[in-house]
């Protein structure tokens, strides 16, 4: 069975800094593309990182390009999301995924998913 659990999440304020956990089991990270997406409360699910099994370059928003960082430990089987000077606008469940292609970025392109973890961010 396959699991990808997120950890991490929580309130803080404009300016902190947050590490997003994504562990995974029954599926090998070091052989898939990982990605991070987000969704704001009333708003569509938003790419955010992804990191790929080719080379493990990495692709980030617009949005975000600068102050977060996608990483993995293939040793732990879990990836992270480094989150740096967050602002208000980050707030939303993030989410973690897997997808066996190389340049994903559609949500479709990920074949599992975590369950989230809320992220929330004050002014």
């Known amino acids: 069975q396959v699991q990808l659990v997120e950890s991490g999440g929580g309130l803080v304020q404009a300016g902190d800094s947050l590490r997003l956990s994504c562990a995974a089991s029954?599926?090998?990270?070091?052989?898939?593309?990982l990605g991070w997406f987000r969704q704001a409360p009333g708003k569509e699910r938003e790419f955010v990182a992804r990191?790929?099994?080719?080379?493990?370059?990495?692709y980030y928003a617009y949005s975000v390009k600068g102050r977060f960082t996608i990483l993995k430990d293939d040793a732990k089987n879990t990836n992270y999301l480094q989150m740096n000077s967050l602002k208000p606008e980050d707030t939303a469940v993030y989410s973690c995924?897997?997808?066996?292609?190389?340049?994903?970025?559609?949500?479709?392109?990920?074949?599992?998913w975590g369950q989230g973890t809320q992220v929330t961010v004050s002014s």
């Open positions: 995924a897997s997808s066996r292609i190389a340049w994903p970025l559609r949500a479709g392109e990920f074949d599992y």
């Open positions: 990191i790929s099994k080719i080379g493990g370059t990495t």
């Open positions: 029954g599926i090998t990270l070091s052989s898939l593309t």
